[in-house]
Structure formats: structure tokens, C-alpha cells
């Protein structure tokens, strides 16, 4: 079972801040997904890498195949940037797409940015 | 653009009785996933299908079962409940099952008493 950490585990920081979050897992996957879940418990995909580095707006996800690891930016935060941001990797050999393999998610980082 | 629908968005339940969540993935998407989340929990991967065969499997309790219909939309059966099955539990959908990305539904929140 591929073992998914995050880090941090909770994160406060000031509107405007670049803020960057931290995600290493066990073993090879064939993909990973940045997720933020708000108070409400829905679920929103941002990015799906399957290498080098992905931009949407002010945020950016990059991933390094060799070292097991991503990262998530987020560049000039805003306050409803406040959010659980999870980790979900979907074990497997990296292009070998496989079946419809379930994600294992890391525990999630709270962000709270204040205004 | 059409979301991933879930059914019924919120349900209380006592113990012993039976569920039934429904996941209506995005059209013309047929891959459909379950996920179970407990307070505080970090979502827990259930099953998942592919053109209406089961395609994987996690840690889904013997009683529960699902399957996908035809239409692509999928139905999560849940027997005998117990207070611990009280979770949020998503559902999310892809088109094809390679390197696809996930799309995630609002969640159905099951209460059991």
C-alpha cells in the first residue's frame, strides 16, 4: 500500500503570501491529483501530473518521478484560499494506466490565510 | 459544464436498516469511483467500475455492494448499518481509466443512529 505524507500538517499565513505545500509517497504511481476540500466537504480536483509542472492561475503543482515527491504553490494567497489540500496518488507502474485504480489520499493540509 | 450528481445529498439512517447512495457520473464518462471520508478521516477508496465492471477494489465492507447500470450510473448498496458507517462518501467519475483525472461529486452525507 503506497503510503501518502503531507507536510505541513496545518498552515497559517498572511493574504499575499506564497504558500507551498508538500506531498512524498512510498512507492511508483501512475499518477497524482492535488485536491482542495472546503468546510463543506466538497471535493475539487485541481491538477493531475503526471510530470514536470502544471500552472492554473495562481497555482502551481510540480512533481519529481525520482524522488517520489510534489509540491503545490500558491502565489499571492487569498483568504478563500482557505482550504483542506490533499495529496491522492494512484499506485501503479507510471504510464501504465492499469485499471480504474482507487487514489490513496495523505491527510490533508489545512491553509488558513488571513486577511 | 455538467458535475458529477449524488443522491440523496444528506440521509440519517438507524442501525440495521439499509442505504442506497446514487452516483450520476459526468455524461459520457464511464469510469465511476466510491470513496468513503469519516469525521476527521481521510477519504478511504471503496470500489470502482469500468464500463459496468467492477474494476477495483478497496476496503469496502462485505456489506456493502454496488454496481454501474448501463447508463453509466452507479449505485452504492449499504445492509445491515452500523454507527461507525456514518461517513461522508463521494463518488467521482473519468473518462476512460487511464491517467484520467477524477471528478469528484458534492458527497452524500449518511448519518446512523
Known amino acids: 500500500k503506497n503510503e501518502v505524507e503531507q507536510s505541513p500538517q496545518n498552515l497559517t499565513a498572511q493574504e499575499g503570501e506564497f504558500i507551498t505545500i508538500n506531498c512524498s509517497y512510498s512507492?511508483?504511481?501512475?499518477?497524482l491529483h492535488w485536491l482542495q476540500q472546503h468546510p463543506g466537504g466538497g471535493i475539487v480536483s485541481l491538477f493531475m501530473?503526471?510530470?514536470?509542472?502544471k500552472k492554473h492561475g495562481r497555482l502551481i503543482a510540480t512533481i519529481n518521478i525520482q524522488e517520489k515527491h510534489s509540491s503545490l504553490h500558491i502565489t499571492a494567497s487569498h483568504p478563500r484560499d482557505s482550504a483542506v489540500y490533499i495529496c491522492a496518488v494512484r499506485s501503479g507502474q507510471w504510464g501504465s494506466g492499469g485499471g480504474a485504480d482507487g487514489l490513496t489520499f495523505g491527510k490533508g493540509t489545512h491553509l488558513i490565510i488571513q486577511p | 459544464a455538467a458535475g458529477v450528481i449524488q443522491s440523496p445529498r444528506h440521509l440519517i439512517k438507524e442501525k440495521r436498516e439499509t442505504a442506497t447512495l446514487k452516483c450520476y457520473p459526468i455524461?459520457?464518462?464511464?469510469?465511476v469511483y466510491w470513496y468513503q471520508q469519516g469525521p476527521g478521516q481521510d477519504p478511504q477508496f471503496l470500489i470502482s467500475?469500468?464500463?459496468?465492471?467492477?474494476?477495483d477494489k478497496g476496503s469496502i465492507p462485505d456489506r456493502f455492494s454496488a454496481q454501474q447500470f448501463s447508463d453509466y450510473h452507479s449505485e452504492l448498496n449499504m445492509s445491515s448499518l452500523e454507527l461507525g458507517d456514518s461517513a461522508l462518501y463521494f463518488c467521482?467519475?473519468?473518462?476512460?481509466?487511464?491517467?484520467?483525472?477524477?471528478?469528484f461529486g458534492p458527497g452524500t452525507r449518511l448519518l446512523v443512529l
Open positions: 467521482a467519475s473519468s473518462l476512460g481509466v487511464f491517467q484520467e483525472t477524477q471528478y
Open positions: 501530473l503526471s510530470s514536470g509542472k
Open positions: 512507492v511508483g504511481i501512475s499518477a
Open positions: 467500475f469500468y464500463e459496468k465492471m467492477q474494476s
Open positions: 455524461p459520457r464518462h464511464d469510469t
